[in-house]
């Protein structure tokens, strides 16, 4: 019997002691465009192989977990407003929203939530789901950690940089169909300061 009591008192200090580290994670709410504009969600596709054609979505959401003592426990969900594209042609993004490509009046919005981050001697290692275009597939995002630090109005914040290649044809979309194959991979790179909340 002391050695049952004994094993379930250990148990639960483990639990309480794992618990207490997740806790310590700090919520940052990223500083997109309702805020100070610190954060960007960009993109780049080679034209026909060549030239590169690069873009960003204006308009995003959501937050990211960082615990400097414990960062496998980070975790970041985002969310991206399809229809915000901009890549300094009105005519040409018309036609990249349009059915023959985005097709953002079915798929308006896509999302990244992550399931784990470990460090490593490069910054670090982040797996998630993308969903885009209708489906949802891992993908693996190289960080970068930018740094962290008090900002000038009482608050603190951190900041991160995220780079990640897809290839839109596991999505359900072929770019190379009309573009040819330099298309086959999309490159994105995922900028964001968050402010911590108090």
Known sequence: MKKLLLGLATSALVATS???E?????????????MGAHA?????VKHLGYSWLYGNFKSF????EYDAANPSASSIEMTVDMT???SNHANRDKHIRSNDFLDVDKHSSASFKSTSY????DGGLMKGELTFFGKTMPIEVAVT???GGKDPWGGYRHGFEGKATIKPA????????KLGPATAEVELTISVEGVRKK
């Open 18 to 20: 794992m618990n207490a």
């Open 22 to 34: 997740v806790a310590k994670a700090d919520t940052y709410k990223i500083d997109d465009n309702t």
């Open 40 to 44: 960007f969600v960009q993109f780049r």
């Open 61 to 64: 959401s959501g937050s990211f």
């Open 84 to 86: 915000s594209l901009d």
């Open 118 to 121: 470990e460090e490593n001697e």
């Open 145 to 147: 950690n930018i740094g």
């Open 170 to 177: 596991e999505f359900g979309l072929d770019l190379t169909k």
